[in-house]
């Protein structure tokens, strides 16, 4: 098995109200430090090998279901393989 760790968030030009509620919750507490919060999400994928390339597959399904381009960024990094 190959572990695959996704990590899906908001574009920079997309409002986070999620992010900007987290962020003033932070303020009301007295983190004054935190100048910014963006959230997101993260998936672990746990891949049986196959014929096809690993990050051809896993690029198409942060494409088709993981992440919505059209307001959200994805990146990936594969892992080493990883016993169950």
């Known amino acids: 098995m190959i572990k695959?760790?996704?990590?899906?968030?908001?574009?920079?030009s997309v409002l986070d109200p999620q992010g900007t509620a987290v962020k003033n919750s932070l303020h009301a507490m007295d983190y004054h430090e935190v100048q910014?919060?963006?959230?997101?999400?993260?998936?672990?994928?746990?891949?049986?090998?196959s014929d096809r390339?690993?990050?051809?597959t896993v690029?198409?399904?942060?494409?088709?279901?993981l992440a919505n381009t059209?307001?959200?960024n994805y990146e990936f990094e594969v892992e080493?393989?990883?016993t169950q």
């Open 70 to 72: 059209v307001i959200e």
């Open 53 to 56: 390339p690993l990050e051809e």
């Open 36 to 49: 910014d919060v963006r959230i997101g999400k993260y998936l672990e994928l746990l891949i049986e090998p």
């Open 4 to 12: 695959v760790k996704v990590h899906v968030t908001l574009r920079e």
């Open 80 to 82: 080493e393989a990883v």
């Open 59 to 65: 690029k198409e399904m942060c494409e088709k279901l």
